[in-house]
């Protein structure tokens, strides 16, 4: 990456102060001021701070997509989620699971509908590559339930539950009136 680009992307991506970005590269502020003029980088226009837009925390690469993260939590089951306004698979609220984004960057692709990222360790928020591996609905399945100990009666709720999931058609098949 170029000089240009370098400064573009702290500057536009990231949302960095030239003063901020003069501190990060160890120039002084006229130099950077310099700079841009030199590279034509256009500067944001008075009182942008004043625009409700989300602070960028990072920008993963997959596939020659790039997507800026502007929002991590924690969910209640104990997953780790991500605000990307740009995944083809953020959902109504635009997050995705940070196990399958980094699995996705891994991987420089998106996963596929049928394709799961298990927890090797079952740490629910233990995201590194090492403890992430793909699998299908079959062996994720077959991964957590093998030796399961159920009654007779529970096994049929499990497998009625999971029959009338997946006849429950999404909605981009649903006919509208």
């Known amino acids: 990456m170029n000089e240009r680009d370098k400064l573009h992307e702290l500057y536009w991506d990231l949302g960095l102060s030239q003063t901020e970005i003069s501190k990060k590269v160890n120039l002084s502020t006229g130099h950077i001021s310099r700079l841009f003029n030199k590279y034509s980088i256009p ?3 008075k009182g942008y701070w004043l625009y409700d837009r989300p602070k960028v925390i990072k920008i ?6 790039k997507h800026k993260i502007t929002g991590r ?4 089951k104990g997953y780790v ?8 698979r953020a959902s109504v609220g635009r997050c995705v699971m940070e196990h399958r984004v980094i699995m996705e960057a891994y991987l420089g ?3 596929n509908e049928n394709e799961i990222v298990h927890h090797k360790n079952g740490i629910k928020n233990d995201n590194r590559l090492e403890n992430l591996e793909v699998m299908d609905h079959a062996d994720h399945t077959l991964e957590h339930h093998t030796d399961a100990k159920r009654s007779e009666e529970t096994k ?5 539950a999971k029959k009338k999931h ?6 981009s098949e649903c006919k509208l009136k």
């Open 43 to 45: 500067k944001r226009p």
């Open 156 to 160: 049929r709720k499990i497998s009625e």
């Open 81 to 88: 989620v991500l605000t990307i306004k740009t995944h083809p």
């Open 73 to 76: 939590k924690e969910t209640k």
């Open 166 to 171: 997946y006849k429950t058609p999404k909605v």
């Open 60 to 65: 993963i690469k997959i596939g020659d997509q």
């Open 109 to 111: 692709r998106y996963l």
